[in-house]
T-cell receptor, first 116, second 113 residues
Framework: KAGVTQTPRYLIKTRGQQVTLSCSPISGHRSVSWYQQTPGQGLQFLFEYFSETQRNKGNFPGRFSGRQFSNSRSEMNVSTLELGDSALYLC???????????????FGPGTRLLVL | GENVEQHPSTLSVQEGDSAVIKCTYSDSASNYFPWYKQELGKRPQLIIDIRSNVGEKKDQRIAVTLNKTAKHFSLHITETQPEDSAVYFCAATPLYNNNDMRFGAGTRLTVKP
């Protein structure tokens, strides 16, 4: 089985712009979670999607949003980018219930976003 | 919400020695505790996890212990090898509620040959 894939792998944007990141889960997986990883804040949970619905959301401003398509692929969008949004954005997929159900999550390679 | 503290932030051991990383959490509702290993430039990978109805879990050279009363859990790596060098993250979450999931800040483990 192919692993979790994320595109693009690297991205450079300027403040005020918006960005869309994509995640394709492992075939058959229906839960997709997004995380932000920075040296200062570490790994932080953004949100989780299951069956095209946002099931859980972390403590991030409304500039961060996402969606999931019927084929379980997910996108996350960050509007009005700030310098502090520079980070590695990771998505992870699991079969049904995700991390909160004690189900193994498989991480993608991440998208490294740099905001100038 | 949950707050997870992880210690130490860096750990250097000699090959063959044991390494112990400790995490404490604040939310008594947390009952699922995974550990992730992240090698430089790579994605996090789950290495072991434990649920609150279990006090200890072992998988070859890796073990995790949980003390629910004291709200702390630890990762133990025995007979360390250079390929164990990585950043290790702990996490705590109430089952079925990702909203309160928190990760520790990470421990950079270096195993010297």
């Amino acid at each position: 089985k192919a692993g979790v894939t994320q595109t693009p792998r690297y991205l450079i944007k300027t403040r005020g712009q918006q960005v869309t990141l994509s995640c394709s889960p492992i075939s058959g997986h229906r839960s997709v979670s997004w995380y932000q990883q920075t040296p200062g804040q570490g790994l932080q949970f953004l949100f989780e999607y299951f069956s095209e619905t946002q099931r859980n959301k972390g403590n991030f401003p409304g500039r961060f949003s996402g969606r999931q398509f019927s084929n379980s692929r997910s996108e996350m969008n960050v509007s009005t980018l700030e310098l502090g949004d520079s980070a590695l954005y990771l998505c992870a997929s699991s079969f049904v219930r995700g991390l909160a159900a004690g189900e193994t999550q498989y991480f993608g390679p991440g998208t490294r976003l740099l905001v100038l | 919400g949950e707050n997870v503290e992880q210690h130490p932030s860096t750990l250097s051991v000699q090959e063959g020695d044991s390494a112990v990383i400790k995490c404490t959490y604040s939310d008594s509702a947390s009952n699922y505790f995974p550990w992730y290993k992240q090698e430089l430039g790579k994605r996090p990978q789950l290495i072991i996890d434990i649920r609150s109805n279990v006090g200890e879990k072992k998988d070859q050279r890796i073990a995790v212990t949980l003390n629910k009363t004291a709200k702390h859990f630890s990762l133990h790596i025995t007979e360390t090898q250079p390929e164990d060098s990585a950043v290790y993250f702990c996490a705590a979450t109430p089952l079925y509620n990702n909203n309160d999931m928190r990760f520790g800040a990470g421990t950079r483990l270096t195993v010297k040959p």
